[in-house]
């Protein structure tokens, strides 16, 4: 079975500063696991993805994700935030395929980001 | 390159009435294909999935129902609608494993 933990529900940082969103995940097989942005009304944009490749993920807009196995997370960052950055934020764990081979996603309940002038 | 094309954007609907949201995706073949819903303020929950023409999985039981009649084609419905159906839908493909693309979703109000 598979889980996935964001630690935050909201969080609030000003412009130019770290960005922090924090994510646990749980599974009984080597996980995928991804970030999504959605913003207001849309769908959600893949931000970056870890396939057990390099455990740095760098994805779009700047962000970047650290896949670390002892302690099961996979928290997001970005060094210096801007005002397009506020939007709300998925952790996503896949990798333990449902029959077929139709792919498990299990979401987060998303962190919001607000950006302070 | 591949494209997700999800319509309407938003809808109201009256109690009782039925309900038929279409999604289709371009620029790939035998994908898999997903609805999602999600409720205001919460994570998204997996309705149905599909991994190929006339195949379908329900993921929990409710109102709605999913078909596929085409291979790019991905269609979801209700015969009478409830308050409780109301949400932001969104269609999903992905290739053989790993990640999902979304459409940009339907806003559904039912009155």
């Known amino acids: 079975a598979q889980s996935v933990t964001q630690l935050d529900s909201h969080v609030s940082v000003s412009e130019g500063a770290l960005v922090l969103l924090r994510c646990n995940y749980s599974s009984s097989v080597p996980p995928y696991l991804f970030w999504y942005v959605q913003y207001p009304n849309q769908g959600l944009q893949l931000l970056l993805k870890?396939?057990?490749?390099?455990?740095l993920v760098k994805g779009i807009n700047g962000f970047e994700a650290e896949f670390k196995k002892s302690e099961t997370s996979f928290h997001l960052t970005k060094p210096s935030a801007h005002m397009s950055d506020a939007a709300e934020y998925f952790c996503?764990?896949?990798?333990?395929?449902?029959?077929?081979?139709?792919?498990?996603?299990?979401f987060g309940q998303g962190t919001r980001l607000t950006i302070n002038p | 390159s591949q494209t997700i094309h999800q319509w309407p954007a938003t809808l109201v609907q009256p109690v009782g009435s039925p309900l038929s949201l279409e999604c289709t995706v371009e620029?790939?073949?035998?994908?898999?294909l997903y609805w999602y819903r999600q409720a205001a303020g919460r994570g998204l929950q997996l309705l149905f999935y599909s991994v190929g023409i006339g195949q379908i999985s329900s993921e929990v039981p409710q109102n709605l129902s999913a078909s596929r009649p085409q291979d790019r084609q991905f269609i979801l419905s209700s015969k009478k609608l409830l308050l409780s159906d109301s949400g932001f839908y969104l269609c999903a493909w992905s290739p053989r494993g790993t990640e999902a693309f979304f459409g940009q979703g339907t806003r559904l109000t039912v009155v």
């Open positions: 620029g790939t073949s035998n994908p898999n």
């Open positions: 996503v764990v896949g990798g333990s395929p449902f029959p077929r081979g139709a792919q498990k996603l299990v």
């Open positions: 870890y396939t057990s490749a390099a455990t």
